[in-house]
């Protein structure tokens, strides 16, 4: 797929959305460049931006069911995000007449539209799909994005996602995230003998298959940082191993042979190392392997049980849990070895840390009170916040972007069943995501290229 520019006003509508911390804490931010629009997150107080997205014009009548459904994932991508509201279709007084030709915006501040997102569809020269679409701020009267994607007609979903993404990274200031995908487990039968298998799918749902090989019994996949791989842990052998496989080819390949337990690996940012637990002679501590050459090397000696580290961005430092000062709590130490420092001081027990792709946030399950919870707390431990709670609520997971979570919540008792959920990361928007089964361990991918 590739992408070109446009045109574009020297004018940002929106230069971002409140991060974390600000947002959580009721710090509102205004975001506007001498227009009225803002989306403000914080202090309980939210209202999403009004956007009306017209109906994508089809450049033929063989192009009028593409452009229908290009418009259709569009708009519940921005709606899914819980950031816009997508004013219907009834509402609208006029359509644009032509797709280069400027709207008439009081039509559109008439029904409080902020923004107008307009479209064409056509077919190119070589038979590739070419999708335009451009972003009009209504009160300013002016176009603030265009932009044209052309991709093979098989690929019209992606499309969309890159439409959204255009849409929702000029409007907020923040980066994509729609056009990427979820590893999960997902899971049949009863409970005591589960058939757990990996799948892949959207974030949005579509698309969804079953990596071959995969199955019987699998734990915590995780995507490699270019989105071409999936590492996870497998009892194929009947003690669990890590196993990598390629998701072009459906290749799969066992990482290495590893006396005793094995657990949660995960891949650093440049794809080259993977961070794991191995548990020998009683004691669990963190390894690194080198994928070049598959050499290990050791990162704790704790005679404490290490596990579920993450690195982060930059790949300097790792978040880990550890029970070495008597509970389970969340440590960070540098990749390269050395003392490990307490960053959670709360009551319960912390677990399953992740660092944000911002760099900023940790993310994390916590156990308090007899509740499962989905945190987040910056890297030094301050400004704890519990976004979630129920009976068991685990494995929290950021969009490429950081803005977004995804964990999976399991109801109680024999008929309980486990499903993804996700929640912005101001606490605000918490769904679910539907699969046909139950579902657990999400993990989510790189922006696709």
Request: avoid cysteine; charge should be neutral.
């Given at each position: 797929m590739r992408t070109t520019k446009d045109a574009?006003?020297?004018?940002?509508?929106?230069?971002?959305?409140?991060?974390?911390?600000?947002?959580?804490c009721g710090a509102d931010r205004a975001y506007a460049q001498s227009t009225p629009l803002e989306i403000t997150?914080?202090?309980?107080?939210?209202?999403?931006?009004?956007?009306a997205v017209s109906d994508f014009q089809p450049a033929t009548p063989a192009m009028e069911l593409v452009a229908d459904d290009l418009g259709s994932v569009i708009e519940a991508d921005l709606l899914r995000s819980g950031l816009f509201r997508v004013i219907p279709k009834a509402a609208f007084i006029a359509q644009p007449t032509e797709f280069n030709t400027p709207p008439v915006y009081a039509d559109w501040r008439a029904i409080k539209a902020d923004a107008l997102v307009t479209g064409r569809v056509e077919q190119a020269s070589d038979g590739r799909l070419l999708v335009q679409f451009r972003v009009f701020d209504t009160e300013a009267e002016e176009q603030i994005e265009g932009l044209q994607l052309l991709s093979d007609p098989a690929d019209w979903r992606r499309v969309a996602h890159k439409v959204a993404d255009g849409i929702y990274s000029k409007l907020t200031g923040e980066g994509p995230y729609f056009d990427s995908r979820v590893v999960f487990v997902d899971e049949t039968g009863p409970k005591g003998d589960r058939r757990k298998r990996l799948a892949i799918m959207d974030q949005d749902g579509a698309n969804l298959r079953y990596l071959p090989g995969a199955d019987g019994l699998v734990l915590t996949p995780r995507f490699s940082p270019n989105d071409q791989s999936v590492l996870y842990i497998s009892y194929d052998t009947g003690e669990p191993q890590v196993y990598l496989t390629n998701l072009d080819t459906g290749q799969r390949e066992m990482l290495g042979t590893f006396p005793g337990m094995t657990f949660a690996p995960r891949f650093s940012p440049d794809g080259g190392q993977v961070v794991l637990s191995l548990s020998q002679d009683g004691n669990t501590d963190l390894f690194v392997m080198r994928l070049a050459d598959r050499q290990m090397r050791r990162l704790t000696t704790n005679p404490a049980i290490d596990t579920s580290a993450s690195f982060s961005p930059d790949g300097s430092q790792i978040v880990f849990e550890s029970d070495r000062g008597g509970s389970q709590q969340l440590y960070i130490m540098p990749t390269t070895g050395g003392p490990a420092q307490r960053i959670s001081f709360g009551k319960g027990n912390y677990g399953t840390p992740v660092w944000s792709p911002r760099g900023d946030t940790i993310a994390f399950t916590k156990i308090l009170s007899g509740r499962f919870h989905i945190g987040v707390m910056r890297t030094d431990g301050t400004d704890e916040r519990l976004l979630s709670s129920s009976f068991?609520?685990?494995?929290?997971?950021?969009?490429?972007?950081?803005?977004?979570?995804?964990?999976?919540?399991?109801?109680?008792?024999?008929?309980?069943?486990?499903q993804l959920m996700s929640i912005d990361i101001s606490g605000q928007n918490l769904r679910v995501v539907e699969t046909p089964n139950a579902a657990s361990d999400p993990a989510w991918s790189p922006v696709r290229k």
């Open positions: 574009a006003a020297a004018m940002r509508l929106i230069a971002g959305i409140a991060l974390l911390i600000g947002a959580l997150v914080g202090g309980g107080q939210f209202e999403p931006l009004p956007v068991l609520d685990e494995g929290p997971t950021f969009s490429p972007n950081g803005r977004v979570l995804a964990f999976f919540r399991e109801s109680p008792g024999q008929a309980g069943r486990a």
